[in-house]
């Protein structure tokens, strides 16, 4: 290893304006220089949505909230983020998301070293690295490698730094967490395993077939002698009902009952976790749940979740990966990438693991 440049003292900020699942992976970017020199002061920058991920978080010193709805971006509240960045008095900023709101607020805070890869979420050049002074390299490989080394690239690439790595770090339950999740998980039998699902991607070519849903909740049931249980934001509920509601074992609808950190609970007390595409697969992946991820339209190659005991099911589809509306999918409607995925292939993937 050799790094050229020191962090010993330094105040570092990182913006990660970013989906829920890339905050996550972005974790392991503060992870890295925290490694890489433990009194690092490291601020991390992201959404309303994502605080609780940052909070509490052993990595992370600081936390700061930018609401990035449209009704927040007034120059009023812009000056006062400027104001609140030359307090922070930073050394430097790291964007993991090349946004130009990010970029304009850390160059008229004046942080003296500003820095930004070339290209993180695709492969188009930006002209907001205009307002960075230090633009990082990305390899060419990068669209095919997890998104969390693409983060860590840019920390390596700007300390001059080989051969060190780190893996996301989520935040610290708090005791409430744990007592919500008693609360909830007492509604299972504990004589038998907990089976964590969760059915519904933010996307639709993302999400797996409910008749599959079924069949695989049955073939575990048989295994396993497992108690199931659906979690998932509170506007997946209805779509858990109908899953739910074509199921032949017990099942509970958990969507909407549970915060961010009381997932991680969550995941620390179940068996096996079978999901589609979707953040809370990076939640999970922080802790040692087994994990089984069907991908369909997404790349698993990029996205992946970064836990040794994970297996992700896909069949790669030469049109895969893409972001059109199901209407317009050549197979609709039984997209070939969801429904060439079977409850065989994603129960061999169970088994495997458990």
Not at 178 to 183: A, D, M, P
Request: net charge positive.
């Amino acid at each position: 290893m050799r790094n050229n440049v020191s962090l010993s003292g330094k105040r570092i900020l990182i913006n990660a304006l970013v989906n829920l699942g890339d905050v996550v992976l972005a974790t392991s970017a503060a992870a890295l220089l925290k490694k890489i020199c433990p009194s690092v002061h490291v601020t991390m920058m992201v959404r309303p949505f994502a605080k609780e991920i940052v909070v509490n978080n052993p990595v992370i010193d600081d936390v700061i909230i930018f609401d990035y709805r449209a009704k927040q971006k007034s120059y009023h509240v812009m000056w006062q983020m400027i104001r609140q960045l030359r307090h922070g008095k930073y050394d430097a900023c790291i964007s993991l998301d090349r946004k130009l709101r990010p970029a304009l607020l850390t160059f008229f805070a004046g942080i003296p070293e500003r820095v930004v890869p070339e290209r993180i979420f695709d492969d188009k050049p930006s002209r907001i690295v205009w307002l960075y002074n230090r633009v990082i390299p990305m390899p060419h490989i990068f669209l095919h490698r997890p998104q969390a080394e693409n983060f860590q690239t840019v920390i390596r690439g700007w300390l001059n730094t080989d051969d060190i790595h780190a893996k996301p770090v989520i935040g610290v339950p708090t005791k409430q967490n744990r007592l919500n999740v008693e609360t909830l998980m007492a509604k299972l039998d504990p004589e038998k395993k907990h089976i964590a699902l969760c059915v519904k991607g933010s996307f639709p070519l993302k999400t797996w077939p409910k008749e599959y849903f079924v069949i695989l909740m049955k073939k575990l049931q048989q295994r396993y002698d497992a108690d199931f249980f659906i979690i998932g934001a509170s506007g997946d509920r209805e779509y858990a009902d109908e899953v739910i509601s074509e199921a032949t074992v017990p099942v509970y609808n958990f969507c909407g009952d549970t915060s961010l950190m009381d997932l991680v609970e969550v995941f620390k007390q179940s068996f096996l976790f079978v999901s589609v595409d979707t953040g809370s697969l990076h939640i999970a992946a922080t802790t040692n749940v087994p994990i089984v991820a069907m991908y369909g339209c997404g790349p698993a190659t990029r996205w992946p979740p970064m836990s040794d005991k994970s297996r992700v099911v896909t069949t790669n589809e030469s049109c895969s990966p893409c972001h059109i509306h199901p209407d317009e999918c050549p197979t609709n409607p039984r997209p070939k990438c969801q429904w060439n995925i079977t409850p065989d292939m994603v129960m061999k993937a169970c088994e495997e693991l458990v």
